[in-house]
C-alpha cells in the first residue's frame, strides 16, 4: 500500500515539473517571437539604428550597441530597451557580415548553452546590458 502512494506521488511531482517547464519554454519562446509593442519611442530608436545600420555592417552594429551599453547603468531598463531596439533597427540596414549567423542558436535552445552569457563572459560585460544585445543577434538570424 506504502508502495503505490509513493508511487503516485513520484509521478505527480513529475508530472508537476514536466508541465512547469514546458511552460517555462512556451513564455520563452513567445517572448522571442513575439515583436514589441510600437511605441514612438520604440520605433524612433529602431529608425536610428536604421540609419546607422546603412553605415556599416552586422558585426559593426553589434559592436556599436555594446559602446552604447557599456556607457549605461545596470537598472537603467528604458535605456537598455532603446539600445536593443537599436541594435535590431541596426541589423535590419546593415551589411552582412561574413559568419554572423554561424553558431547563434535559436532563442530556446541558448536557454540550454547559455550562449548569451558566455559571449557576456568573454567580453567582460555586464550580463543584463550585453546579454540583451546578443539576444538582438539571436532574434536577427532566426529569421
Excluded at 35 to 60: C, H, I, L, W, Y
Excluded at 87 to 110: E, R, Y
Excluded at 116 to 138: A, R, Y
Amino acid at each position: 500500500m506504502i508502495r503505490k502512494i509513493t508511487k503516485r506521488i513520484i509521478v505527480a511531482l513529475v508530472m508537476i515539473t514536466l508541465v512547469g517547464v514546458v511552460a517555462v519554454v512556451f513564455a520563452i519562446v513567445a517572448r522571442f517571437q513575439s515583436d514589441k509593442r510600437s511605441s514612438p519611442r520604440t520605433e524612433a530608436r529602431m529608425q536610428d539604428g536604421v540609419e546607422f545600420g546603412k553605415t556599416t555592417n552586422q558585426q559593426g552594429c553589434i559592436d556599436e550597441g555594446l559602446k552604447r551599453g557599456s556607457r549605461m547603468a545596470l537598472f537603467d531598463w528604458d535605456d537598455q530597451g532603446d539600445n536593443e531596439d537599436f541594435v535590431l533597427g541596426c541589423l535590419k540596414s546593415s551589411a552582412p557580415s561574413p559568419g554572423f549567423c554561424d553558431g547563434v542558436p535559436s532563442g530556446v535552445k541558448n536557454i540550454f548553452v547559455d550562449w548569451t552569457k558566455k559571449k557576456c563572459e568573454k567580453i567582460n560585460m555586464v550580463e543584463p546590458i550585453c546579454t540583451g544585445i546578443f539576444d538582438q543577434q539571436i532574434r536577427f538570424c532566426e529569421h
